[in-house]
T-cell receptor, first 111, second 112 residues
Framework: EDQVTQSPEALRLQEGESSSLNCSYT??????LFWYRQDPGKGPEFLFT???AGEEKEKERLKATLTKKESFLHITAPKPEDSATYLC????????????FGTGTRLKVLA | DVKVTQSSRYLVKRTGEKVFLECVQD?????MFWYRQDPGLGLRLIYF???????EKGDIPEGYSVSREKKERFSLILESASTNQTSMYLC???????????FGPGTRLTVT
């Protein structure tokens, strides 16, 4: 069964304290892995798509990487405005357009 | 920029009422989706549509129906609202040949 697990569930960082969020996946024939940011009470905002192991994408303080079993979202020198829930999703070979979502990591960055 | 809009941010309905949630996208996307999001359960797919008048059941279609009469508009219908349908409802769209889904702001539905 296709599955996505995100860890940790919640993370508190001091401003400037770099860290990584993990997304482990089990899927047959990965077509794509997606990262989203979601602020409270709002819809998810698209961040990155990764298609194959070894691929990396960067945007401001965020960098996403992909291996054959997991993806990391690295946050470098975070600021309070990076506080949000970060969601990971995958599409497998059998999924057509159906995402399989993880339950997210709630990140809080303290000033 | 892709824009997906939803008809209401907050909605309160009574048990047994028929509820319509509307979603409009302005990027000519072929695919549209309805999800619900609940604490601890994440996002779950209710229905998706890959073309006008075409639809496919997601993981939790029971108690819901959908309508897509125009390419830009996708409606979710709760035939007879129940308290267990209290949730955040999210609409999304994507290109037919691309996988990124773009989400609307969500509708927080409360059924009392």
């Amino acid at each position: 069964e296709d599955q996505v697990t995100q860890s940790p569930e919640a993370l508190r960082l001091q401003e400037g304290e770099s860290s990584s969020l993990n997304c482990s996946y089990t899927v047959s024939g990965l077509r794509g892995l997606f990262w989203y940011r979601q602020d409270p009470g709002k819809g998810p905002e698209f961040l990155f798509t990764l298609y194959s192991a070894g691929e990396e994408k960067e945007k401001e303080r965020l960098k996403a990487t992909l291996t054959k079993k997991e993806s990391f979202l690295h946050i470098t020198a975070p600021k309070p405005e990076d506080s949000a829930t970060y969601l990971c999703a995958v599409i497998g070979a059998s999924g057509t357009y159906k995402y399989i979502f993880g339950t997210g990591t709630r990140l809080k960055v303290l000033a | 920029d892709v824009k997906v809009t939803q008809s209401s941010r907050y909605l309160v309905k009574r048990t047994g009422e028929k509820v319509f949630l509307e979603c409009v996208q302005d990027m000519d996307h072929e695919n549209m989706f309805w999800y619900r999001q609940d604490p601890g359960l994440g996002l779950r797919l209710i229905y998706f549509s890959y073309d006008v008048k075409m639809k496919e059941k997601g993981d939790i279609p029971e108690g819901y129906s959908v309508s897509r009469e125009k390419k830009e508009r996708f409606s979710l219908i709760l035939e007879s609202a129940s308290t267990n349908q209290t949730s955040m409802y999210l609409c999304a769209s994507s290109k037919v040949d691309g996988y990124e889904q773009y989400f609307g702001p969500g509708t927080r539905l409360t059924v009392t």
